[in-house]
């Protein structure tokens, strides 16, 4: 077993330089991305110039430790950047999501100190993109049926198997791949989890995947052909991938819920927006009442989930609650957002239903949340146990 700390902690940024690069972040969202989202949606890629400006503002090493050259934010700075992350095409933040969540996460929770000294600060830097690769055609929300397998063969491991919409294989330059190392283990038993470069003999990613929204989000099928790691490239102890698996998504779902509110308050100003210039009858139709509620609802939904989101991710940093807040965050933002987005397009009536309109496109954007990193079923399942285990008591 492995003596790693699967969450382990941290101060965060002090606040002052924090609220610089909120500033920052902010200032170059609404300026310099909102105005190429169509560009963005059109050409399902985000341009060259943005990748390097991202990774020139530290974006794809925010929770990266400072050690590795990250900026070590804490949850809640996590979140309070994923806000304004938000306010725009999630495919932004994709772009740099996997370095500082899902596959980042695990080399800094589970990976040795040889392995993160040789992968972390280029995760930090945007030189190496990593990629969390666990889902399979019958492994999403669920692992258990996970048939990627990994076998030893002296000093290596080969791998053999394949995974489904895994976000940046496209653009990654490593995997964090989660196969069975004991084949004769059931359901979440057996599984490891492996550094595996794309470039390896053996390995092979498929196109981009056609989706209903976050167009410039790339997602692929990456296929295992007895490729062959060294045994040293194997992450945590053996059988700790679902373990390691758990501790990113965890932390993740915060991040998704934060997400959520940072798209929910995008769409809420482009309705107001809207409400306040178009007229129906000679009058601005944010003089009509029922509009007027629309508005009221998605503004105290977002309130709530923005409030909810922070209490979890104090409550992370604190270490009083890693599972039932996270769940329900992700649950309540992501369910929030579809509602927001719906009420969105009903606002601007027809120009709603139009490609060019904001609204339409985070409409679509809005659905895929409420499916990755865990269903909203296998949210409320989460939270349910911990409920009957007594979490809610804290």
Not at 125 to 143: C, K, Q, W
Not at 160 to 179: D, E, P, Q, W
Not at 338 to 364: I, K, L, N, P, W
């Amino acid at each position: 077993m492995s003596t790693q700390n699967p969450y382990p902690g941290s101060s965060g940024m002090d606040e002052e330089t924090f609220q610089e690069v909120l500033a920052t972040v902010r200032e170059y969202v609404r300026e310099k991305v909102v105005p190429r989202e169509l560009e963005i949606e059109e050409n399902d890629e985000i341009p060259q110039s943005i990748r390097e400006e991202s990774a020139e503002m530290g974006l794809f090493g925010w929770a990266i430790p400072e050690e590795y050259g990250g900026l070590g934010l804490n949850a809640e700075q996590d979140a309070r950047l994923a806000f304004e992350l938000g306010y725009t095409t999630p495919a932004f933040r994709s772009l740099f999501g996997t370095n500082n969540g899902i596959a980042g996460q695990v080399l800094v929770n589970y990976g040795t100190e040889e392995q993160k000294q040789e992968w972390l600060p280029g995760i930090a830097s945007g030189e190496v993109i990593a990629s969390f690769a666990l889902t399979e055609a019958d492994a999403g929300s669920d692992p258990s049926g996970l048939t990627t397998k990994a076998v030893r063969d002296g000093d290596d491991y080969v791998i053999s198997g394949a995974k489904r919409f895994i976000t940046n294989a496209g653009l990654s330059t490593v995997l964090m791949v989660f196969a069975r190392t004991d084949p004769n283990a059931t359901g979440t038993k057996g599984i490891s989890v492996f550094l595996v470069p794309t470039a390896a003999e053996g390995v092979t990613v498929g196109p981009h995947d056609k989706k209903m929204g976050q167009a410039g989000a790339w997602t692929s099928e990456i296929f295992f052909d007895e490729v062959r790691v060294p045994a040293a490239n194997m992450i945590g102890g053996e059988e700790e991938g679902f373990r390691a698996a758990m501790a990113s998504l965890n932390k993740g779902r915060l991040h998704i819920g934060a997400m959520c509110v940072g798209q929910a308050s995008r769409i809420l100003d482009d309705t107001v927006e809207h409400a306040k210039n178009a007229k129906q009858g000679g009058r601005p139709i944010a003089d009509f009442q029922l509009v007027q509620a629309q508005l009221a609802d998605c503004y105290t939904e977002l309130a709530a989930a923005r409030a909810l989101v922070l209490d979890s991710a104090r409550r992370w940093d604190d270490g009083s609650d890693r599972k039932l807040g996270p769940s329900s965050s992700k649950l309540f933002a992501s369910e929030m957002l579809a509602r927001v987005a719906d009420r969105g397009v009903q606002v601007h009536g027809g120009m709603g239903y139009m490609r060019e309109t904001s609204v339409e496109r985070f409409y679509r954007h809005a659905r895929l949340f409420r499916i990755y990193e865990g269903t909203s079923e296998i949210q409320r399942l989460v939270i349910a146990r911990q409920v009957l285990k007594g979490a809610h008591k804290g």
